[in-house]
């Protein structure tokens, strides 16, 4: 069954603002990880964190992570244009025996110039 | 040199035919996988194979058949294909296995795009 659901599906916004996306989750994990698919692609692998970790930046990115409320988010600061693409959240589940990454519905961020 | 390469990118046929996809990666990963992303972009593991043994298989119909002749590749075979197969195929591969004690990220093919016809 499906783990995470990233909020909003679609977000469209201006060159320079800030884009955040959200995504729950219904069971207890490991890590969390961010992955981007740009049209036509593969998905490309932006940020993990793990379950004992609360906020973790890479560049312009930043992820936080509450387990008490199973949410995280995704914030890209400063988007450019070329930050249009598929974002997709994955959470590896750490109940016994289960041995996938399972990956929500994504959110589509449209960045205008 | 492209990490984890599946071909074809582009399969037209009819339905009831037989087709492959064929993945490999040189990343010296122990895992890799097959995903299917539907036309609503919804991504699902089909399969999972680590040093050639498979781990998951996650209630795909037994017309789906994946083969792993070492770690570096895993190949998917489709049998009596339907209009319902119609998605796009990715592989993917990460050092250890998700929920082991060092699951990292997954790198993955750019998909193979089939449509039955």
């Known amino acids: 069954s499906q783990q995470g659901e990233e909020d909003p599906q679609a977000l469209s916004i201006q060159e320079g603002e800030n884009a955040t996306m959200n995504c729950s989750y219904k069971?207890?994990?490991?890590?969390l990880q961010w992955y981007r698919q740009n049209s036509g692609r593969g998905l490309v692998h932006l940020i993990l964190i793990r379950s004992n970790e609360r906020e973790k930046h890479s560049g312009r990115l930043r992820v936080t992570l509450d387990t008490s409320k199973k949410s995280s988010s995704l914030l890209i600061t400063a988007s450019r244009a070329a930050d249009t693409a598929s974002y997709f959240c994955?959470?590896?589940?750490?109940?016994?025996?289960?041995?996938?990454?399972?990956f929500g519905k994504g959110t589509k961020l449209t960045v205008n110039p | 040199d492209t990490a984890v390469s599946q071909t074809p990118k582009y399969l037209v046929t009819q339905m009831g035919n037989d087709k492959s996809i064929k993945c490999e990666q040189n990343l010296g990963h122990d895992t890799m996988y097959w995903y299917k992303q539907d036309s609503k972009k919804f991504l699902k593991i089909m399969f999972s194979y680590n040093n050639k043994e498979l781990i998951i298989n996650e209630t795909v119909p037994n017309r789906f058949s994946p083969k792993s002749p070492d770690k570096a590749h895993l190949n998917l075979h489709i049998n009596s294909l339907e209009l319902g197969d119609s998605a796009v195929y990715f592989c993917?591969?990460?050092?250890?296995?998700?929920?082991?004690?060092?699951?990292?990220?997954?790198?993955f093919g750019e998909g193979s795009r089939l449509t039955v016809l």
């Open positions: 994955a959470t590896d589940p750490s109940q016994g025996g289960s041995e996938k990454l399972v």
């Open positions: 993917a591969s990460s050092q250890g296995r998700a929920g082991g004690p060092y699951t990292g990220e997954l790198f």
């Open positions: 069971t207890s994990i490991n890590n």
